[in-house]
């Protein structure tokens, strides 16, 4: 994928569903659910474990049958043996799906090969929420979305 698809992406995605997200907020799925939240995104959890519990203004669901069906984007916070029965079901379940996304360390060829068969965009091993900070102008040198290091911590 190029820059220009990203930013597309990122640009035309209104609605995502974060499939394992934590309510801890020290957790990638956390922070990077509530960073898209933050950006105007319509973020869904799923996570059966935590179902019942509100993020970011919205009840978590415990399975994918339990989204709207507006859901645009699927974010994958699964370890990678665990992404095939999930995007099969996505297919089958979410008509407006156009994209799915697993995390940093997540590739599955099997269940990219089948969402793509479907006219579904997949990306694979980024974040969302990095690409976003980089395509946008978030991110400062070095990669860090901070400000000026104080010259007592130089």
Wanted: with cysteine.
């Amino acid at each position: 994928m190029t820059d220009a698809d990203f930013r597309r992406i990122l640009s035309t995605v209104k609605t995502v569903a974060c499939v394992g997200v934590s309510a801890n907020p020290v957790r990638p799925s956390h922070y990077v659910a509530r960073y898209l939240s933050l950006k105007g995104f319509r973020v869904h959890c799923v996570n059966p474990g935590i179902a019942g519990q509100s993020l970011f203004g919205r009840q978590v669901v415990g399975s994918l049958t339990d989204l709207p069906e507006d859901v645009e984007l699927l974010d994958l916070f699964r370890r990678s043996e665990h992404v095939p029965p999930i995007v099969e079901e996505a297919l089958e379940v979410m008509p407006a799906l156009k994209v799915v996304w697993m995390q940093i360390g997540v590739e599955s060829p099997e269940a990219a090969e089948k969402a793509r068969a479907r006219g579904v965009e997949v990306v694979m091993n980024r974040c969302p929420k990095i690409e976003y900070q980089r395509l946008f102008g978030e991110l400062r040198m070095g990669g860090f979305a901070t400000g000026v290091i104080s010259s007592k911590l130089q």
